[in-house]
């Protein structure tokens, strides 16, 4: 029989945890095609969570421990993660928090994502079905509408809709695949990370419609302002890898090799006499060569242009896109020296080159190598 282990990450959480583990175990009962086991993670909390959940453990052989130093959120969820792997063998891994602000009784519908494909299921407050406490100040409702939103289209991924919460489920794979990877994450943003890497990965992504509850005892461990700005940086850095890395990044590199080959021909042209509008133009049309080439091979080397008639006739069309970059590179440079003087071409080249740039990355993404 498939092994599932539930992650409940605890710190503080003595009047919580023996109600959850309780009611935990009931409804996993009624889960009959998997045996389980309940890991309590604990970061060492001073009111004795860990001795209570060891009293618990006497009649309840199921129910596992493991302690560790306080280092946040994500360092313990990843502890949790390798002790279910390693040490409890776990086949699909739950986590949950153990404040009772999850509803155990959900549970079935999570696999039953699972038995329907999906490989990395989330539980979600912001779909038909969920809710939010309604007794929530103002300000923690605006914080959690937010920092979801924030990620859901600062990342590109709106279909997942709540990135925040940690009532998940998942299979193994993805914590073995990006285990190193998320060592550099703590706190809530360790959740946002987990999920957005593992899509990243191929993770098939179901949703889960819950109840968000406020706990019954204690504090939340969340602190707004901090949680929103780690999330703003996680969103930021995440964009801007994607930029450099994705095709526009890719496209930048082929375009500083234009560049390259443009100035040494443009500064050429113009030692040996010929004005800088020739040697511009000229310059021009040899990094739009060495541009179609190096784009075809690598930066839309998904959609490459193969076959003697299909790259000439692309070739063309690609010369064709090209002469907008080259009209407005040659024209910025004509019109800059016309009014600013000749000794000032340099100038006007890079503006020329750089309007051209977006020109050209707009035509070549969506004209020449079109999906």
């Excluded at 890991?39 to 560790?68: F, R």
Aim: aromatic share 12%; hydrophobic share 40%; with cysteine.
């Amino acid at each position: 029989m498939p092994k599932a282990v539930v992650i409940l990450p605890t710190y503080n959480e003595r009047e919580n945890i023996v109600p959850m583990l309780e009611l935990l175990e009931n409804v996993c009962g009624e889960i009959r095609a998997y045996s389980f086991s309940i890991l309590v993670v604990d970061d060492s909390s001073p009111d004795g969570t860990a001795h209570v959940v060891g009293e618990h453990q006497k009649t309840h052989k199921n129910v596992y421990v493991t302690s560790g130093p306080k280092r946040g959120l994500g360092k313990a969820l990843l502890r949790g993660m390798r002790y279910a792997i390693d040490s409890l063998h776990a086949d699909v891994i739950a986590q949950m928090d153990a404040d009772l602000s999850h509803d155990p009784k959900a549970l079935p519908a999570f696999f039953e994502k699972l038995r329907e494909g999906a490989d990395f299921v989330v539980g979600s407050r912001y779909i038909p079905g969920g809710s939010i406490p309604k007794n929530w100040a103002l300000h923690r409702k605006v914080y959690s509408v937010i920092g979801n939103s924030i990620v859901r289209f600062g990342l590109g991924l709106s279909k997942v809709h709540d990135w925040t919460g940690g009532y998940r489920l998942y299979v193994p794979k993805y914590v073995q695949m990006l285990e190193r990877e998320l060592e550099q994450y703590s706190g809530y943003v360790f959740q946002i990370a987990f999920l957005h890497k593992s899509i990243l990965n191929g993770a098939h992504v179901g949703e889960v419609p819950i109840h968000f509850s406020d706990r019954r005892f204690g504090h939340s461990k969340i602190a707004p302002s901090e949680y929103i700005k780690n999330v703003l940086l996680y969103v930021g850095r995440e964009r801007l890898n994607s930029l450099m890395t994705g095709s526009f990044g890719k496209f930048s590199v082929v375009g500083t090799i234009g560049f390259i080959v443009n100035t040494v021909i443009l500064e050429l042209f113009v030692a040996i006499g010929f004005h800088p509008v020739i040697g511009s133009a000229v310059g021009a049309e040899a990094s739009i060569v060495s541009n179609f080439f190096l784009n075809n091979h690598w930066t839309f080397r998904a959609r490459k242009i193969e076959g003697k008639r299909r790259t000439m006739k692309k070739f063309f069309q690609f010369n064709t896109t090209s002469l907008g970059a080259l009209a407005i590179q040659a024209g910025t440079v004509a019109v800059g020296t016309y009014f600013v003087g000749v000794s000032s071409y340099r100038l006007f080249y890079v503006l020329g080159v750089g309007f051209g740039l977006i020109w050209n990355y707009t035509m070549y993404k969506n004209v020449i190598w079109k999906k």
